[in-house]
């Protein structure tokens, strides 16, 4: 099976750098993945990486060690609008996703 | 260009009842997708389709969910009867074939069984 492994809620300062981590334990994937979910609305896409290293895009970067199971977001120069919760998710053949339980960010003034 | 389209956007029902869900994916997405979020969890892919096939229903409570995709375009997911643990948002996705690791999501359906 597939484990993933995030914290379930963090809070940060407008303007702060902050980064979400993700470990996971699987026996084989293509991808690793970010989707922003703001509350009640659907996910929406972020960034993914399939070679080990650092994804920019923005004011969000997202990292993978395939070696030592784990990745994370970074997010730049926080605003109030990054409130929401970010799904880390691993892609398997076909395109499935298996989503971890997300991270809950508060963004406070 | 319209995003994917989901409806109705609320449903509530008893334990027992029956209730459909319908997609509409973005014109030109050949996969699609159905997942199951409940309250405080990421979400939990059901089925996925490609054009009219199905590619993976490994997740599906067969005894009681059903879906189909009989166009290869619109999409409808039943739930017959429902439980209580039925409770949740129901997500339709769809991607490109060939752009799979980019899903593009509809608004939901929160179902709430009483």
């Known amino acids: 099976g597939q484990n993933i492994d995030q914290p379930t809620e963090m809070t940060a300062t407008e303007g702060a750098i902050v980064q979400i981590n993700c470990t996971y334990q699987t026996s084989g994937f293509n991808g690793l993945f970010w989707y922003q979910q703001h509350a009640g609305e659907a996910p929406t896409f972020l960034s993914y990486n399939v070679l080990d290293g650092l994804e920019e895009k923005g004011r969000f970067s997202s990292f993978l060690s395939r070696s030592k199971g784990y990745s994370y977001l970074l997010l730049k120069e926080l605003q109030m609008k990054d409130s929401a919760s970010y799904l880390c998710?691993?892609?398997?053949?076909?395109?499935?996703?298996?989503f971890g339980q997300g991270t809950e960010l508060s963004v406070k003034p | 260009e319209a995003g994917v389209a989901q409806s109705p956007r609320y449903k509530i029902i008893e334990k027992r009842q029956s209730v459909a869900f319908w997609c509409n994916p973005i014109?030109?997405?050949?996969?699609l997708y159905w997942y199951q979020q409940i309250l405080g969890q990421g979400p939990k892919l059901l089925i996925q389709f490609q054009n009219n096939g199905v590619v993976d229903d490994s997740q599906l409570p067969k005894d009681r969910f059903s879906a189909e995709r009989l166009k290869g375009v619109d999409s409808t997911l039943k739930i017959q009867p429902a439980k209580l643990e039925d409770s949740a948002v129901y997500l339709c996705?769809?991607?490109?074939?060939?752009?799979?690791?980019?899903?593009?999501f509809g608004p939901g359906t929160r179902l709430t069984v009483l």
């Open positions: 996705a769809s991607s490109l074939m060939d752009r799979d690791y980019e899903q593009f």
């Open positions: 998710a691993l892609g398997n053949q076909g395109g499935k996703l298996i």
């Open positions: 014109s030109g997405h050949a996969t």
